[in-house]
C-alpha cells in the first residue's frame, strides 16, 4: 500500500503525538508499505531575510539528513515531503492519505481522490486552538476515522456518519523496560514529565511534590522535557531533549511517576513509565483510563487535586509492598500494548469497507 501521513510540521523537540505517528510510519514502511511523511513547512528560517524559497530548500534538506526530527530514529525507507501549502500538487498520489490533527482534517478532505482513500487518524480532542464545533465538524467529513482511546471514540462516533474506528495505542516493551528492580531503587525518587501546556497539569504537580518534600527533605524530582530547565527547585534533576533509550533509563530510577495531566487523549509517558516498573501516581484525566485502574496498576485522584497526589505518593513512600505490588501489575498491564497487534489492526482497517 502507498499511505501518506499529513502532519501540520515537523518539531525539532519531542512530542508525543508525533512520535506515535512516526512509529505508525516506520513500522507501516517495514511491512512493505511505500510511506511518505507530508509536513508543512515550519517556517524556522523566518526571522532570516532569506526568500520563502530559500528557506524551503534548507529546510527540506535539514530533513533529508536528518536533523529534523533529531531525536526521533524515521527509517531512511519512510520519505519526507516538505509542503508549502496544501494544494493538490504538493501531494503524490497514494492508496491513503490520513489527517493527523485537526489543522490537517479540512486540507486533507479537499484533497481529490487521486491522492488516497481519506483517513483521519485521531489522538485527542484538539480544541486548544479551535472551537468544540470546529472540532466535531472535521468528525463528520466522511473520512474513515479512527481514533487511540475509547473515550475518543465515544465523542466522536456521536458526528461520524460511519463506523468510528478503535485501536489501542502501542507502547515499545523494547524500548521501555524494567532494568532495576523497583524493590531496588531509590523510594524517594519521582518522575516527572516537563511541559509548558496548561493541559499537563505542571501546577498540581509541583504542589504536590512541595507537600512530599516537607515530610521527605530527600525527596529527588528526575524531570524532563523539550525546554530548558525551567525555575525549579534544586532537588529537581532536569533532562532537556534526552533520547528514549535515556527516557527508559530515567524511568529506572525513579520508584514512582508522576502526572497531574487535566486532559489528554492517553498519556504516553505514564504507560512508558508503568512499562519500565515505576510505580504510577496520576489525576483520573480521561485518557489514563486506558491503562490505569486505580488501586490495582496505579494510584489515581482527581484531577487539580495536589494534596491527594500528595497523599498518593506518600501512601505508596510508606508501603514498601503496595508500592512495588502497583509497579508489577503496572509492567503486565502494558505487555498487551505491543505495536504489531496496533499495526495490523490498523492495516485492517484501511483495507475493509
Given at each position: 500500500m502507498k499511505i501518506t501521513f499529513c502532519v501540520p510540521g515537523i518539531s525539532r523537540k519531542p512530542v508525543g503525538g508525533e512520535k506515535v505517528i512516526y512509529e505508525f510510519a516506520n513500522r507501516l514502511s517495514s511491512n512493505g508499505n511505500e510511506v511518505t511523511i507530508a509536513a508543512m513547512s515550519r517556517d524556522i528560517f523566518k526571522k532570516t531575510k532569506l526568500p520563502l524559497m530559500v528557506r524551503l530548500a534548507i529546510y527540506r534538506i535539514a530533513i533529508r539528513i536528518k536533523l529534523i526530527p533529531s531525536w526521533f530514529n524515521l527509517s531512511n525507507k519512510v520519505k519526507v515531503d516538505v509542503i508549502s501549502s496544501y494544494e493538490a500538487e504538493n501531494f503524490k498520489n497514494s492508496d491513503f492519505i490520513v489527517a493527523t490533527a485537526v489543522d490537517t482534517a479540512l486540507p486533507v478532505y479537499k484533497l481529490p481522490n487521486e491522492k488516497g482513500e481519506k483517513v483521519y487518524l485521531i489522538q485527542g480532542y484538539?480544541?486548544?486552538?479551535?472551537?468544540?464545533?470546529?472540532?466535531?465538524?472535521?468528525?463528520?467529513?466522511g473520512m474513515k476515522n479512527i481514533v487511540i482511546s475509547r473515550w475518543l471514540?465515544?465523542?466522536?462516533?456521536?458526528?461520524d456518519h460511519n463506523k468510528t474506528y478503535f485501536i489501542p495505542n502501542a507502547i515499545d516493551t523494547n524500548m521501555f523496560y524494567p532494568i532495576i528492580p523497583t524493590?531496588?531503587?531509590?523510594?524517594?525518587?519521582i518522575g516527572l514529565l516537563y511541559h509548558k501546556g496548561k493541559f499537563k497539569g505542571l501546577k498540581y504537580a509541583f504542589d504536590a511534590l512541595n507537600v512530599v518534600h516537607q515530610k521527605?527533605?530527600?525527596?529527588v524530582v528526575m524531570m524532563f522535557g523539550a525546554p530548558k530547565r525551567?525555575?525549579?527547585?534544586?532537588?529537581?534533576?532536569?533532562?532537556?531533549?534526552?533520547?528514549?533509550?535515556?527516557v527508559n533509563l530515567l524511568y529506572n530510577k525513579c520508584s514512582i511517576f508522576l502526572c497531574a495531566s487535566i486532559k489528554e487523549g492517553f498519556g504516553l509517558t505514564g504507560a512508558e513509565s508503568m512499562a519500565a516498573g515505576c510505580a504510577l501516581v496520576s489525576t483520573k484525566y480521561k485518557g489514563v483510563f486506558e491503562y490505569a485502574e486505580d488501586n490495582y496498576n496505579a494510584l489515581l485522584t482527581d484531577i487539580k487535586d495536589s494534596k491527594?497526589?500528595?497523599?498518593?505518593?506518600?501512601?505508596?513512600?510508606?508501603?514498601?509492598?503496595?508500592?512495588i505490588s502497583i509497579a508489577n501489575n503496572g509492567v503486565k498491564s502494558i505487555q498487551d500494548r505491543t505495536w504489531d497487534r496496533t499495526i495490523k489492526e490498523f492495516e485492517k482497517i484501511l483495507l475493509s469497507k
Open positions: 484538539e480544541n486548544w486552538n479551535y472551537s468544540n464545533l470546529y472540532v466535531n465538524k472535521t468528525y463528520s467529513l471514540q465515544k465523542i466522536v462516533q456521536n458526528y524493590s531496588q531503587r531509590s523510594k524517594h525518587t521527605y527533605p530527600d525527596l525551567p525555575n525549579v527547585p534544586k532537588w529537581y534533576e532536569y533532562y532537556s531533549n534526552i533520547s528514549s533509550k535515556e491527594g497526589l500528595a497523599e498518593n505518593i506518600m501512601k505508596l513512600f510508606e508501603d514498601d509492598k503496595k508500592r
